[in-house]
């Protein structure tokens, strides 16, 4: 058994991980990649442990990741939609929070529509939480598939040229991969529309660009990101049809970038708004059928890695 | 009331923040008022003959050297009646004053309802004359509700005691409205206290912008939306010629528009509160929701002019912005939790970081948090001077302690301070020459 590599109580963002912990997670999905795609795609890692997804906001393809992972793992999955609950009657997180933990669960997959939402809830409970994305704060999950898919496709995660493209202010994703590729050491650009990018961000070593023409030269990683409507509180865009015009993914815009350079997103897609529908479906290109593959692997990677410093901790009465 | 007593405090550093000194002294109390300031190195009998006493008339008590400075006056403290009094009561808050040096709450009208007719504020003037050791004087809601479309009855409620008018956070967002209001309220000579900020720009901002709000997917405002505020506010004091006081400048950009507008002699006061002189948006790490205030606490750069600013006396005035909230209103994710600190109690040790780390002297500290706002409201308090009222501080300035908030008199316990280490106590505050509060010694 090698070291501990991972030393985490919880993920709750990139911000906390250190380099070496993302490669465990990485190296460990890619075994789970191996293993899903068998026809017994069963392992009894987290066998005998209680999972529960807590989805205060819409989700469909994270939660159902979630779900898969934990049950090819062998955890006991439970999904509970929150809004629909007592969150409409009127109980606190917090409150909300206790009475799950009162149900003895081992891990605890949460998405809540305010940043620092999960932080605080797992200030409360005595289990593993995840954070499946809080606010505009963090989706460490969605940048560690992001990085697999990358590492996997470029044959590395360092030193590349990687444009993130769109609604930076209001993504999660754009947060938690800006921390996370830059953490690994590569050149990070942020596009889009001055309203849509916080220009703060330079301040964390990336280069923003408002021209995406000007941004995409000689990238070997683009990463588009969904337009919010949901979050937008007010006009950031004059138009779809003048977003797409100058900031949507297009075969002429993408020719800027290296000729292997591979294309990204989170889904679910806006297409004709932030990318046109040829190139999300150029296979050549589009890595976005492997990102939904890498997130089932991600997931159980850090389930599984979890699981095991929750068990250690509770066996050895150390946490 | 007790028969009226003679105090001589002696062997006191005394804060004097109308000369600016900072010197060991004695002080002659007598009915309330200060009787005599007599020279240090006098005997007591040299020092009480000439007012026909003896020492058997007189309490003697011996400050060891501690400092002795007028009362704090606070202006902005919410004290949650009517509407919410198991977040703070008037014997809660007078209570909390006491203890924390406090000698006059100038309360705000952000209550439920708005304290906006002279009924309602008759109600609260009774409730604090019952209840509060210390005194107590009332703001009144500058709009009915609250709510930036009718101006209040500004004369009547003068009458009934207001000591000047606010919508507290509240922007009067409608230009016309607010501009009659301070027109209205000149012909009244009622001071105006206004929240300068451009509503829509801080509209659902939790954070300022910059670095760290980004890093924190908070949604946060430019600290240009101050300036924007001040700026708009002071176009109509040039027109009105109110009486205008800001109640908190926490940016460096609102600062050069301040001091011009007071180069041109418009009547224009400002003040800031404790937590913007003393913490920055990095405090509030992981989303700590003690640290959510309004507006929001801003950048190392900016807490730093704030503080020059109170140095050279361009912001005139230090407030607690004493705001209680309940547990429940901040166990919330940050963007949900309510803003707002209890600081009646903190706010000297608070005060005392500035003092200890060199950059405001104990003099000036107390200009700005007696002299000014008790001249500013035309009271005669927050001095030393001989027939000053006898509203005065005793406290050690260098004692450490490690903030307890369960240990707040404050029925709410909100305080960001909370665990830290801090420096000052105080050990006695009197109000009209009574002790109001005493710590064991």
């Known amino acids: 058994m090698q070291p501990p590599s991972f030393d985490q109580p919880h993920l709750l963002g990139i911000e906390p991980l250190r380099p070496h912990e993302i490669t465990a997670i990485l190296d460990l999905a890619d075994d789970y990649v191996v293993l899903n795609r068998q026809t017994e795609k069963h392992s009894d890692a987290l066998s005998g442990l209680t999972q529960i997804n807590m989805f205060f906001e819409n989700s469909t393809r994270t939660q159902a990741s979630f779900e898969l992972a934990g049950k090819r793992l062998g955890a006991d999955v439970m999904n509970m939609a929150m809004q629909a609950s007592s969150i409409k009657k009127g109980e606190t997180l917090i409150d909300t929070a206790m009475t799950l933990n009162a149900m003895h669960p081992d891990l605890l997959v949460v998405r809540?529509?305010?940043?620092?939402?999960?932080?605080?809830?797992a200030q409360?409970?005595?289990?593993?939480?995840l954070n499946a994305g809080d606010g505009r704060h963090e989706h460490p999950t969605q940048a560690l598939l992001d990085a697999l898919t990358i590492r996997r496709a470029k044959g590395r995660l360092h030193r590349l040229n990687i444009a993130i493209c769109g609604d930076i202010a209001h993504s999660r994703v754009a947060r938690s991969n800006l921390i996370l590729l830059g953490k690994m050491e590569n050149r990070i650009r942020l596009i889009g529309p001055p309203t849509l990018v916080p220009q703060q961000f330079s301040e964390f070593g990336a280069e923003i660009y408002d021209d995406m023409r000007e941004g995409l030269k000689d990238v070997d990683v683009v990463m588009m990101l969904r337009l919010q409507k949901e979050r937008m509180d007010g006009g950031f865009i004059p138009s779809e049809r003048e977003y797409f015009y100058r900031y949507g993914l297009d075969a002429e815009k993408l020719a800027l970038a290296k000729p292997d350079a591979i294309v990204m997103h989170p889904g679910p897609m806006n297409r004709g708004v932030e990318i046109d529908g040829t190139i999300a479906d150029d296979i050549k290109r589009s890595v976005i059928q492997e990102q939904v593959e890498m997130g089932v692997a991600v997931r159980m990677a850090a389930m599984d890695l979890l699981a095991r410093n929750l068990r250690a901790a509770r066996s050895g009465g150390g946490r | 009331m007790t028969p009226p007593i003679t105090i001589l405090f002696h062997n006191a550093r005394l804060i004097d923040p109308e000369a600016g000194t900072d010197e060991i002294g004695a002080l002659l109390v007598r009915q309330g008022r200060i009787l005599a300031r007599p020279d240090s190195g006098q005997s007591h009998d040299a020092i009480?003959?000439?007012?026909?006493?003896?020492?058997?008339d007189v309490q003697m008590i011996d400050c060891a050297g501690k400092c002795l400075a007028p009362g704090i006056v606070d202006i902005g403290v919410k004290v949650c009646e009517p509407g919410e009094r198991h977040k703070e009561s008037y014997k809660s808050a007078g209570l909390a004053a006491a203890a924390g040096g406090v000698t006059t709450i100038v309360t705000r009208p952000d209550t439920t309802p708005a304290i906006d007719s002279p009924e309602t504020l008759e109600f609260v003037t009774r409730r604090a004359q019952a209840d509060a050791p210390v005194n107590?004087?009332?703001m009144a809601a500058l709009t009915k509700g609250r709510d930036g479309r009718e101006m209040t009855e500004i004369g009547?409620?003068?009458?009934?005691?207001?000591?000047?008018f606010t919508d507290c956070d509240h922007v009067v967002r409608d230009t016309k409205v607010f501009s009659r209001a301070l027109t209205y309220a000149r012909s009244c000579g009622a001071l105006v206290m206004a929240h300068p900020q451009e509503p829509n720009l801080s509209g659902g901002a939790a954070a300022t912008s910059g670095k760290f709000a980004a890093l924190r997917g908070l949604p946060s405002v430019s600290p240009m939306a101050e300036r924007m505020g001040l700026d708009r506010d002071i176009a109509l004091l040039e027109m009105t010629g109110a009486r205008y006081h800001a109640d908190q400048i926490t940016t460096a950009r609102a600062l050069p528009a301040l001091e011009r507008a007071k180069a041109n002699g418009l009547d224009i006061t400002a003040g800031t509160s404790i937590h913007h002189l003393t913490l920055n948006e990095l405090d509030v790490a992981d989303y700590r929701t003690f640290f959510k205030v309004k507006p929001p606490l801003r950048s190392e750069d900016d807490r730093l002019a704030v503080v020059e600013a109170v140095r050279t006396g361009l912001i005139d005035v230090i407030s607690s912005m004493h705001t209680p909230q309940d547990e429940?209103?901040?166990?919330?994710?940050?963007?949900?939790?309510?803003?707002?600190?209890?600081?009646?109690?903190?706010?000297?040790?608070?005060?005392?970081?500035?003092?200890?780390?060199?950059?405001?002297?104990?003099?000036t500290l107390f200009r700005a948090m007696a002299l000014n706002p008790a001249r500013r409201l035309g009271l005669a308090s927050g001095r030393l001077a001989v027939g000053a009222p006898a509203d005065l501080v005793l406290f050690d300035p260098d004692v450490p302690l490690i903030m307890d908030r369960f240990q707040l008199q404050s029925k709410s316990k909100n305080t960001p301070f909370d665990t830290q280490r801090m420096q000052g106590r105080v050990l006695a505050t009197y109000v009209a020459g009574q002790a109001v509060y005493r710590k064991d010694l």
């Open chain 2, 328 to 363: 429940e209103s901040k166990r919330l994710p940050f963007e949900e939790a309510a803003a707002g600190a209890v600081a009646l109690e903190t706010l000297l040790p608070a005060a005392m970081r500035l003092y200890h780390a060199g950059l405001l002297d104990l003099p």
């Open chain 2, 156 to 164: 009547f409620l003068m009458d009934a005691g207001a000591v000047a």
């Open chain 1, 124 to 129: 409360k409970v005595n289990c593993a939480v």
């Open chain 2, 48 to 56: 009480l003959r000439p007012h026909g006493l003896t020492l058997s």
């Open chain 2, 136 to 138: 107590v004087l009332p």
């Open chain 1, 112 to 121: 809540h529509p305010h940043s620092g939402a999960v932080d605080l809830l």
